[in-house]
Every structure is written in C-alpha cells, then in structure tokens.
C-alpha cells in the first residue's frame, strides 16, 4: 500500500507551516503538516511518511525532542531541524541525535528543496526519486 505522505512539516507559525507544504506540494509531495511537538508525534504521518521537517523551537517540545522521539521510533527516519537561532550551537547536537541536516531560517525554495532531496535520496540509497 503507498505512503498517505512523503513528508511531515512541523512548525508553530502558520505561515512558515503553510508555506513550506506549498513548495513542497508543488514539486509533487503529498505534505501532512503539525503545529507543535505533540500533535507531530500523534499524527499519523510520523508511522509513515518518509520524510519530516521539524522547527527546534516549539511551544511544547523541543524539535530535538521530538527528533529523538521520532528516531526512536523509526531509526531510519530522516529528520531535517530547522531554526532561527545560531546553527553554530544546534549543529553538533542535532548531529549527535541523528538529524539529517539542519536548515538556517530563513531559507528560500531551492533551499528547502535542496536539503529535502538530498535527504529522502540519502535515506534510499540506489533508489532513485520520482521524477518531478
């Protein structure tokens, strides 16, 4: 049975949220979204999509948090963290619990879609992607 998602975007403000799924929608990826920690880790695009894009800074949870409740779960999981804050502190932490990058806010649309191709291909070794 396919996947319902490829990807899961976390992130608290509607507006980073809505407009991360929109690019990522129109390069042909079917995108769940979460506005917090809790409800990302109940959605039930956690058990199965491919991909998930989780803001470090949360109301509930931290995105770290939430990274290593995710690759607890499916340890092959990729998780791309992003932030506003200085990377220079997140990098080394965000490696050690397994992220597979860590995308500085803000970021434009070849970025995102750079870093989220790059991971779902690394996550698939030989597999290759979908053509878009």
Do not use: N, Q
Not at 95 to 118: H, S
């Amino acid at each position: 049975m396919p996947r319902s998602w490829d990807v899961l975007v976390v992130d608290d403000d509607p507006v980073v949220r809505e407009g991360i799924a929109r690019v990522l929608s129109a390069d042909g990826l079917r995108v769940a979204t979460a506005p917090d920690g809790r409800s990302a880790l109940l959605h039930p695009a956690a058990a199965d999509c491919r991909l998930v894009l989780c803001d470090v800074m949360l109301p509930d949870l931290s995105g770290l948090e939430v990274l290593r409740e995710l690759r607890a779960r499916r340890p092959d999981l990729p998780v791309l963290l992003m932030t506003g804050y200085a990377l220079s502190d997140l990098a080394g932490r965000a490696a050690a619990a397994g992220a597979a990058d860590v995308l500085a806010k803000p970021f434009d649309a070849i970025e995102l879609l750079t870093a989220t191709r790059r991971a779902l291909e690394a996550s698939r070794p030989g597999e290759k992607e979908r053509p878009r």
